[in-house]
């Protein structure tokens, strides 16, 4: 099976399950094996899009100044590697570099994914829908009548695809967590804590094939707002301030994010906190991607081990890691 939970959060998690099985020194302490690691993002005040997997960033599709590209997602299957995104405003993607465009006239690419049927499966925005593309073929993703909707990931387990969100109206009100399970929608409560009038976004999703484990944050009293999880619809809170990826393994529920201004995630809801000199949030599990910088520094983008020190692979102001993938 080959899954894509926010961007590859799900991916990222057979690494640190798989590393168990080679070497680990002690609790928390697990040295890699072989497994190539890809990562996209961007940087750059136009955002330009990247993709690394070793050696230095690859550039795809450099803007010219006039509008954005991004890269938000990634996958391999059958040896190509696919990277969702944006080009200009319009949802596309890359296969092995080579952009493919699809025909909307706004939207993007959130996550990208095969299936245990290698179909190349989507997930994003065309013309202010959500939607889901399997094999080059669109579904809307229904919401209620007046409203729009957000996709923030997507996973895919064997054949069917669980994509996470929300949906709100056009004046940005009224806005309601929400996933869908092959096209039906099923809504999801506001965490308990959620501050009057406060919003909840979704950030992350996850399925065993039997239970669906979703990632979010909420508006709180507290300025920093909250962070937790919902599994089957009960959420979970967590202790820190923002999510941005959930994974699910045999061992139990991941989800990576910060706590204040460190990064961190938590393993069945105890906090594990990633260090390096600057702010940082953890963007993916396992392999925990993000960034390590504050506003008056430059950026230092890479990873972690769980347990271990930040690898830096790149440097550079305004800078995100948007999605890494694992492959075995």
């Known amino acids: 099976m080959?899954?894509?939970?926010?961007?590859?959060a799900a991916a990222c998690i057979v690494l640190l399950l798989s590393l168990a099985g080679c070497t680990q020194d002690t609790v928390?302490?697990?040295?890699?094996?072989?497994?190539?690691?890809h990562i996209v993002g961007d940087h750059g005040s136009w955002q330009t899009a990247f993709?690394?997997?070793?050696?230095?960033?690859?550039?795809?599709?450099?803007?010219?100044g006039e509008f954005h590209v991004r890269a938000t997602s990634v996958t391999v299957s059958n040896g190509v590697v696919y990277v969702g995104g944006s080009y200009d405003?319009?949802?596309?993607?890359?296969?092995?570099?080579?952009?493919?465009?699809?025909?909307?006239?706004?939207?993007?690419?959130?996550?990208?994914?095969?299936?245990?049927?290698?179909?190349?499966?989507?997930?994003?925005v065309c013309d202010g829908e959500g939607s889901v593309w399997i094999e080059g073929v669109r579904s809307a993703l229904p919401v209620p009548t007046g409203h729009v909707c957000e996709v923030s990931a997507m996973v895919s387990v064997g054949e069917a695809v669980y994509v996470a969100g929300t949906y709100r109206t056009t004046e940005w009100e009224d806005k309601g967590p929400c996933y869908w399970h092959d096209g039906e929608r099923r809504d999801l409560p506001a965490p308990p804590s959620t501050a009057?009038?406060?919003?909840?976004?979704?950030?992350?999703?996850?399925?065993?094939?039997?239970?669906?484990?979703?990632?979010g944050n909420y508006d709180a009293d507290d300025a920093d707002?909250?962070?937790g999880y919902w599994v089957d619809g009960e959420w979970n809170d967590l202790d820190g301030t923002a999510t941005r990826a959930i994974a699910v393994a045999e061992d139990g529920v991941y989800v990576a994010g910060r706590d204040a201004d460190r990064a961190c995630y938590w393993h069945n809801g105890q906090k594990i906190e990633l260090w390096c000199d600057f702010s940082t949030i953890a963007t993916a599990v396992a392999v925990a991607g993000g960034k390590c910088g504050s506003s008056t520094q430059p950026e230092h983008i890479g990873y972690w081990m769980p347990g271990g020190e930040f690898t830096q692979i790149y440097e550079r102001n305004i800078a995100d890691i948007n999605a890494i993938y694992v492959e075995e």
């Not at 928390?28 to 690691?37: M, P, S």
């Not at 009057?196 to 990632?215: E, F, P, Q, R």
């Open 2 to 8: 080959r899954s894509n939970a926010s961007s590859a």
């Open 225 to 227: 707002g909250g962070a």
């Open 89 to 124: 405003g319009r949802p596309c993607y890359w296969e092995d570099a080579i952009r493919r465009d699809i025909a909307c006239e706004s939207g993007a690419i959130e996550a990208i994914a095969a299936d245990d049927a290698d179909r190349l499966v989507l997930a994003g």
């Open 28 to 37: 928390g302490n697990i040295v890699a094996g072989e497994h190539r690691i």
């Open 51 to 64: 993709y690394w997997n070793g050696g230095d960033l690859s550039v795809l599709d450099e803007p010219d």
């Open 196 to 215: 009057t009038g406060g919003s909840v976004l979704v950030s992350g999703i996850a399925s065993t094939g039997d239970s669906i484990y979703i990632s």
